[in-house]
């Protein structure tokens, strides 16, 4: 299966772990390929749009399953969602199966680095299950 990440900003693509690890969770005889589509270098003013963008990220990192990010920032989630699934109607391209990614909070504001910060946030501190994360 190969993954691709679409994101508002580069240092989104910190979350290609935490959805690493939802996959294991949920798939683990499922291998899988991830790509983080950084298309910073090749969009330009004809590639605004996040549909033109979504059809530039599945032409240089075909896929399986997209998942496109973003942030709520100051919109509501449901806001956010409504833009991506809009986006993907206007797509001029053939769609892989899609998934909305859509923190709460700007990623950076959430990811922590620490494990019981991290047991704490997800409300288990006692949990035993490793976390594979890096110091």
């Known amino acids: 299966m190969n993954c691709t990440l679409l994101c508002d900003g580069s240092s989104d693509r910190m979350l290609i ?17 991830f790509e983080y589509a ?17 059809c530039l990220a599945l032409e240089y990192y075909p896929c399986d399953i ?3 990010q973003r942030d709520t920032e100051k919109e509501s989630y449901e806001k956010r969602l409504k833009e991506i699934k809009t986006s993907i109607s206007k797509a001029d391209c053939e769609l ?10 700007m990623s950076e504001a959430w990811l922590l680095i620490n494990e019981l910060a991290i047991r704490v946030a997800a409300g288990n501190m006692n949990g035993k299950v490793k976390l594979n994360y890096h110091q």
């Open 17 to 33: 772990p935490c959805i690493k690890w939802l996959l294991v969770e949920n798939y683990p005889n499922l291998p899988f390929n």
């Open 38 to 54: 950084d298309i910073r270098q090749i969009t330009n003013k004809s590639h605004k749009s996040l549909a033109s963008k979504i």
């Open 66 to 68: 997209l998942f496109i």
């Open 96 to 105: 892989p199966k899609i998934i909305p990614v859509i923190p709460k909070k």
